[in-house]
């Protein structure tokens, strides 16, 4: 058993090593060709997975992307508080970019966030002019109807946006029930369990169908969208918690930030009390892909004294390093563990994290770089992982469903657009 975990370990190092050339590859945009930009931009209220999940796939591309916030100046700098609680920190504003040119300019949802978005008449004004001349832009969730439509800018397209909000395009719009929608120099799509497939074709509208592909396929995307998500469970044992789920998610500059903000972003719509600690020195942490600034509830010496019924990490090679050195969180782990408790992690945290230390069962586990189960999500025990980025919301519904039950995953897959 030591000599395959060994093998398994050393085979993860060796692909983690070879994704991670693949990825400077990709941001440096290839070829010695300047990046194409793109703005992302965000505002109070934003939907964090389709924010994070759009700045991310398309730094993957090569592009160089910019997340600029819309709203007011204000004390709090460039802090822009998201949906459910997350904290961002944007590159700049987007008043202080009227006049630059971007190939792309593409709209997160989320409400109020759509909303706010609408009433930035800088944002207004680049966007239309950006249209005007023939630029790519999109908008995901509320936002094609909430801000794009309001605008004016889709009329006699062919769109979509999330099902409840179909009602509200104007009369101009003609609205089309699809997960994502390209029509001319518009793609629209309908919610965070549609953002991956809507940020790769705004890859495939700026790059060609072959990058698209080769981007899709270290994210282990679902091979059939849309469709009811599957586990594979051994051992199967109740998770019990008493009253509210309290969870911990670790997070650590170069962890990826899809898979951090699914996590947070599903469990708090799920009802679980997520929290968020920092095992840098500081609460601000820089994520692995778009360099995306994510603001930690605590650091992690005080969530040490804390109760936890799940302990769950993101993945990314630099993060999940860095979680391996943390000798807090590793006790932290073990404790989880010794008291039968579930705990559980994504990406490289599996091999990287949980294998050395002795908290990974060999023979049933899954993670992006060396995979015992050729499973999206795993279940042994008390013991969950999954792949990679593209795997990061069905790793969420399956937690919530250990620990909420069933019926609740699957009204949250619903809500997610996911199912």
Request: proline content about 5%.
């Amino acid at each position: 058993m030591a000599a395959a975990a060994s093998s398994l370990v050393r085979r993860a190092a060796a692909a983690a090593s070879g994704r991670l050339l693949h990825a400077r590859a990709f941001a440096s945009g290839g070829g010695g060709e300047t990046p194409k930009r793109v703005l992302v931009p965000v505002a109070a209220g934003t939907e964090p997975i389709e924010a994070a999940t759009t700045a991310d796939v398309l730094n993957r591309a090569g592009a160089r992307v910019t997340v600029a916030t819309a709203d007011p100046a204000g004390d709090d700098g460039l802090v822009v508080e998201a949906a459910y609680g997350v904290k961002l920190v944007a590159d700049g504003r987007v008043a202080d970019l009227q006049g630059e040119a971007f190939d792309l300019i593409a709209l997160p949802g989320g409400m109020p966030g759509s909303v706010n978005l609408r009433e930035c008449k800088a944002l207004e004004k680049m966007v239309k002019n950006h249209a005007e001349n023939g630029g790519l832009y999109g908008a995901i969730c509320a936002a094609p109807a909430a801000t794009l439509a309001y605008w004016g800018m889709l009329k006699g397209i062919k769109a979509t946006c999330y099902p409840s909000f179909m009602e509200k395009f104007t009369t101009e719009v003609i609205p089309v029930n699809s997960r994502v929608v390209a029509d001319r120099n518009a793609v629209t799509s309908q919610g965070p369990g549609t953002a991956v497939e809507f940020a790769l074709a705004l890859v495939e509208r700026l790059y060609g169908k072959e990058k698209m592909e080769e981007v899709a396929g270290p994210l282990y995307v679902r091979p059939q969208h849309g469709v009811e998500y599957t586990i594979k469970e051994l051992n199967s044992v109740e998770w019990k918690c008493s009253g509210t789920p309290q969870v911990l998610v670790p997070v650590a500059n170069g962890s990826e930030e899809m898979e951090a903000i699914n996590l947070i972003d599903v469990l708090r719509r799920a009802g679980a009390n997520v929290t968020v600690a920092s095992v840098e020195e500081k609460l601000q942490i820089v994520t692995r892909r778009h360099k995306f600034n994510l603001i930690a509830d605590m650091m992690l010496d005080e969530a040490t004294e804390m109760q936890f019924d799940l302990i769950v990490m993101p993945g990314g090679l630099q993060g999940a390093q860095k979680f391996a050195s943390t000798k807090k969180l590793v006790d932290l782990l073990k404790k989880q563990a010794e008291s039968n408790k579930p705990y559980g992690a994504i990406c490289a945290s599996p091999a990287h994290v949980l294998e050395p230390h002795g908290l990974l069962k060999v023979l049933s586990y899954t993670s992006e770089y060396q995979s015992a189960c050729e499973h999206r999500v795993v279940i042994d025990g008390k013991l969950i992982t999954s792949q990679a980025p593209g795997t990061a919301t069905e790793f969420a519904l399956v937690i919530v469903e250990k620990l909420l039950g069933r019926d609740k995953a699957i009204s949250m897959a619903k809500e997610l657009i996911f199912m």
